[in-house]
């Protein structure tokens, strides 16, 4: 069965390219971010590991995990960390799952039959720190995804889980959020003594709270 929003994301152990992986464990209390790819030695992915190891640093400021997999052999994941290391100016700089056996795919349910019988879809889940998943986006394996997206997802949710505010649309770091409909006017003077423009009475915009 397919993982939903708020569901526990599922412990597993697997071999990786940094040794095995006891997910739980692994994850102590960080959030993380698994993605799955189709395959190794694939143009698309090549581009999507260089990227998420260029962007480690951001990952590692809002206490992010990088974990990617695909059902390819280590032999193979220790192979094309190579070529990545030579294609894409960075080096893999986070444990790739050699799920042979597919049993973490099984688990996330990354095999879309109709999609591709073999092949892992592009997934990713963003996990919080309680193992709960927070984010789950599936591309088609034509299509790389956006890894400042990410980010730009994880600032909103570790924002939104702290205070009583959501990001409109296209919201980047920084800009104004919306106060949550169930906070009252009342409420809202105690919570943002500053002040909010009231565009409509369920449309009130206020300067973001710093995360300190
Ligand atoms: C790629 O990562 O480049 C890719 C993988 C499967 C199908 C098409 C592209």
């Not at 102590?28 to 640093?57: I, Q």
């Not at 059902?71 to 190579?82: F, I, M, R, S, T």
């Not at 919080?128 to 998943?133: A, L, R, S």
């Amino acid at each position: 069965m397919s993982l939903r929003l708020g569901d526990v994301a599922p412990d597993f152990t697997q071999d990786s390219t940094e040794g095995p992986i006891h997910f739980h464990e692994w994850l102590g209390n960080d959030w993380a971010v698994l993605f799955s790819h189709p395959a190794d030695f694939t143009p698309v992915c090549t581009t999507e590991l260089g990227e998420a190891a260029r962007l480690k640093p951001e990952f590692q400021k809002r206490g992010v995990k990088i974990i990617g997999l695909s059902v390819d052999p280590l032999e193979k994941h220790v192979q094309w960390a190579g070529d990545i290391g030579e294609t894409q100016g960075t080096a893999l700089n986070f444990p790739l799952l050699a799920d042979a056996d597919r049993s973490v795919s099984t688990l996330y349910d990354l095999i879309h039959p109709n999609a591709d019988s073999t092949a892992t879809v592009r997934s990713v889940f963003v996990i919080d720190g309680n193992k709960k998943v927070r984010l789950v986006l599936t591309y088609p394996a034509s299509t790389g995804r956006n890894f400042t997206e990410l980010l730009r997802t994880i600032d909103s949710l570790q924002l939104t889980d702290r205070f009583k505010v959501a990001t409109p649309v296209n919201w980047k770091h920084g800009e104004d959020v919306i106060i949550t409909p169930a906070v009252s006017d009342e409420e809202a003077k105690l919570r943002f003594p500053e002040g909010w423009t009231t565009v409509k009475p369920y449309l009130r915009l206020v300067k973001a709270p710093e995360l300190v």
